[in-house]
């Protein structure tokens, strides 16, 4: 490798390790045209679409990475992932179970199948992967509490509290709908499909551009079975769930989604003295 391609991979995976997805995935793509079988920028771009949510870009990738080393099961995990994350559920069981034959106790392989098999209904099946996953790695997957343990009505509350004040009055006229997990058909009727981990999502059609009949949703309806995976951290999931209520409000009225943790952050943020210095 080149000192320029070093450069940008180094850039890549730093990228990466900030957060800054983007940059890491202009600087991991930019390399891949000179490069297209570059194993360590396609792992970067790997990890990166899966961080995006980018079930089926992230898919192409690993499964790239498998022509190139097959049966590597760290690649078998993040296809499995990938292939969760693009509701393609009977194939990520397939490889995460293929990773689990030569890895046997990779907490991730056992997490996505288990979250996998919950969503085709094979309930004893999920519950012994994901039982496995927390015994592998109990910090990254914790065991959730059960349904009846979450203050689901405190959760609402702090939730809502976090909406801008601007769409408050849309969710004064639409119903809550406590619901386990979303309908597969349902993610799949759009293109990309929607996360299976999603926490909230209306129900219903908006109106077209340029209409204006006061249309509402039928409900909007909140995943117990996503937000419980989460639940450890309650400040945390309930800024999460208001974000994917406000994005739910903003869509269905043709607005642009706000951002929560910014607009807390700036709601916190100490007023300053206009006609100060930086030392």
Known sequence: MGSIAALRLDRSRQAYHDHDLITALIEAEELLEAEPDNVDALEVLGDTELELGHGREAELVFTQLLDLNPDQPLYLTGQAIARFLHTDFEGSVQSGMKALETAPELPEAHAYVGLSLE????????????????????????????????????????AMNQVPDSLQGFFERVPFVWQDLPDPNVLRSTDPPISPLVLAMYEGRPEAPGEETGLLPRSMRIFQGNARRFAGDMDRLAEDLAQALSSEAADWLGLPPPDIAQATQQDAAPATDAGSTQP
Request: charged share 35%; aromatic share 4%.
């Open 119 to 158: 969503r085709l209904g094979r309930l004893d099946e999920s519950d012994s992967h994901l039982d496995r996953a927390t015994e592998l790695s109990p910090d990254d997957w914790a065991a959730p509490p059960s349904i009846r343990d979450v203050p689901w009505s405190e959760l609402l509350t702090r």
